[in-house]
């Protein structure tokens, strides 16, 4: 299995097709097994990059909690897309991946042609930060307590992972089978070390209303954490398009992945082509009728 050096470890990854480079970056339950049915689809026109996650074998599992957070999942993003020479690249997020690829766009802009954010802001909304907070905690110790084999199977099961079983269960049994072959070291770390400390989207409205990267936000209309951080974002950087998936929950790509890749190879196809807009500052007027003064 093929592994790279980037941010100080040892990164699985695999790579195919030739062309403008497009990395998928997994959410916290996936791995790069996940991209499966978007590798198949835009690797005949383009170099496609999937990765496991640190944490996640056969990458490394760093033993110690402060070797997980946001600052150091954005590295390791970067690194791999510096390390194999692919920038600037498409880079296309879930969750925990929409996170990365939301702060790579935001810190690293040269290394990216677009970014796709797709079912990210778990956590962001202050109403529901505590309740988080909590359950995060009580996922970690959960993990480490009862292992995969037995948590597992009730994690795979959240209310924004049933839209899956409903519509697709071999799919959703090939998820969950996944899921328990991780590490539970590395799943708790990250847990604690990651998801528990990264800052709210809302805390990054400075630097978003600054970018000019062109990027698509993706979610689920069941997918109730990240709606309303999906629409802040939208509002909030200029270059953001929103699309909501219908009746669909957090794992868009899996549950609908014919309308997943329609909707990013338009994307990306129109950025390739210079065509992607900023937004006419003429939409944001005062009235929802007449147009605003010049």
Not at 6 to 13: C, F, P, T, V
Not at 212 to 231: A, F, K, N, Q
């Amino acid at each position: 299995m093929p592994k790279i050096q980037a941010n100080g470890i040892q990164l699985h990854y695999e790579i195919s097709g030739e062309g403008t480079p497009i990395v998928f970056v997994h959410e916290f339950a996936g791995d790069y097994r996940s991209w499966e049915d978007q590798v198949r689809f835009f690797n005949r026109r383009y170099r496609t990059l999937v990765y496991n996650a640190r944490g996640l074998p056969p990458t490394d599992v760093p033993g110690d909690v402060s070797d997980y957070s946001q600052d150091i999942a954005t590295a390791d993003l970067a690194g791999i897309i510096q390390a194999l020479d692919l920038a600037p690249a498409h880079v296309v997020g879930l969750s925990m991946g929409g996170y990365a690829s939301l702060h790579i766009g935001l810190r690293h802009p040269e290394l990216v042609r677009s970014c796709v954010v797709a079912g990210c802001g778990y956590g962001s909304v202050v109403s529901q930060r505590e309740q988080f907070q909590k359950d995060v905690n009580e996922v970690a110790r959960r993990f480490e307590e009862e292992g995969l084999e037995k948590f597992g199977p009730v994690y795979t099961a959240g209310p924004t992972r049933v839209q899956l079983e409903r519509k697709d269960p071999i799919a959703y049994e090939k998820f969950q089978r996944q899921f328990i072959e991780r590490s539970a070291l590395g799943a708790a770390n990250t847990m604690r070390g990651l998801q528990s400390t990264r800052p709210s989207v809302y805390e990054l409205e400075e630097a978003m209303k600054k970018s000019r990267v062109p990027t698509l936000i993706l979610t689920g209309d069941e997918d109730e954490p990240c709606l309303e951080p999906g629409i802040f974002m939208k509002r909030t950087i200029p270059t953001a398009a929103l699309i909501t998936f219908p009746n669909a929950g957090h794992l868009i790509n899996l549950e609908e992945p014919a309308m997943f890749n329609r909707i990013v190879l338009d994307f990306i196809t129109e950025v390739d082509a210079g065509r992607w807009p900023e937004r006419d500052p003429r939409s944001l007027g005062a009235s929802a009728m007449l147009p605003g003064e010049e």
